[in-house]
């Protein structure tokens, strides 16, 4: 699985430019993700449930002792994973506001969205991370909060755009934003690029689901 989280490669370099030794936190913050990123390994083939401390300890060559010192328990890091995954969520969805367009603003974050669980190979990890939900309470609350907020997010933006005469949506905003929220999260899901589907496709399919949808009127903005 390739790195989805964090800022390991980052840290490494700063430590290799001009002899720069790490400061603590840096060291910290690079220990951590290492950890997360063992973590996620684990959980991919064994499952939140199936996964120990044992095994995530000896993915990432680290002693019991040393990986407790930043994670007390396996729950800690799910939480912590969830978290980060969430921080990331909320970089790209800022991104996507500053785009006036709301078509094209709709289509940048869908097709971000859909490129990250490509390219960091997540699909395995959220399958385990929507099972985890349905039995942990924690992990259910950070899951709810996080499609609340970012359902508050696209109405917000989509709702601007629908006062400014630039959409007409097909039904109203508080039925539609789920209903493509589900479509976007169905195509990363089952990531269709690594099913053979081209990613100019997939963002075709998207845009297209947008305009259909969300109805562009064509007023300038």
Same mark, same amino acid.
């Given at each position: 699985m390739k790195t989805a989280f964090g800022n390991i490669e980052m840290l490494l370099e700063a430590e290799g430019e001009e002899g720069r030794a790490l400061s603590r936190a840096e060291r910290r913050e690079l220990q951590v993700q290492r950890i997360l990123e063992a973590a996620?390994?684990?959980?991919?083939r064994e499952g939140f449930q199936g996964?120990?401390?044992?095994?995530?300890?000896?993915? /990432?060559?680290? #002693? *019991?002792?040393?990986l407790y010192r930043y994670f007390v328990s396996k729950e800690a890091i799910i939480e912590e994973i969830c978290a980060a995954a969430r921080r990331d969520d909320?970089?790209?969805?800022?991104?996507? $506001? !500053?785009?006036?367009?709301?078509?094209?603003?709709m289509v940048f974050g869908a097709m971000t969205h859909i490129r990250f669980v490509h390219e !960091? +190979?997540?699909?395995? $990890? =959220? /399958?385990?991370?929507?099972?985890?939900? !349905?039995? #942990? %309470? #924690?992990?259910? $609350?950070?899951y709810c909060n996080h499609l609340a907020e970012v359902r508050g997010i696209f109405l917000n933006y989509l709702g601007a755009a629908l006062e400014r005469g630039e959409i007409d949506p097909l039904f109203e905003l508080e039925a539609l934003v789920p209903a493509l929220m589900s479509i =976007?999260?169905? =195509?990363?899901?089952? +990531?269709? *690029? /690594?099913?053979?589907?081209?990613? +100019?496709?997939? %963002?075709?399919?998207?845009?297209?689901?947008? =305009?259909?949808?969300?109805? *562009? !009127?064509?007023?300038? $903005?």
């Open positions: 996620k390994r684990c959980f991919a996964a120990s401390m044992q095994q995530i300890c000896a993915e /990432a060559n680290m #002693s *019991p002792g040393a909320e970089e790209k969805l800022a991104e996507m $506001l !500053t785009k006036r367009n709301v078509i094209e603003g !960091t +190979d997540a699909c395995a $990890l =959220i /399958a385990q991370f929507h099972a985890e939900a !349905t039995r #942990s %309470e #924690s992990v259910r $609350l950070i =976007i999260q169905g =195509i990363a899901n089952n +990531d269709l *690029p /690594a099913n053979g589907v081209a990613l +100019d496709k997939v %963002e075709t399919v998207v845009r297209t689901v947008m =305009i259909s949808m969300l109805r *562009p !009127t064509g007023k300038a $903005l």
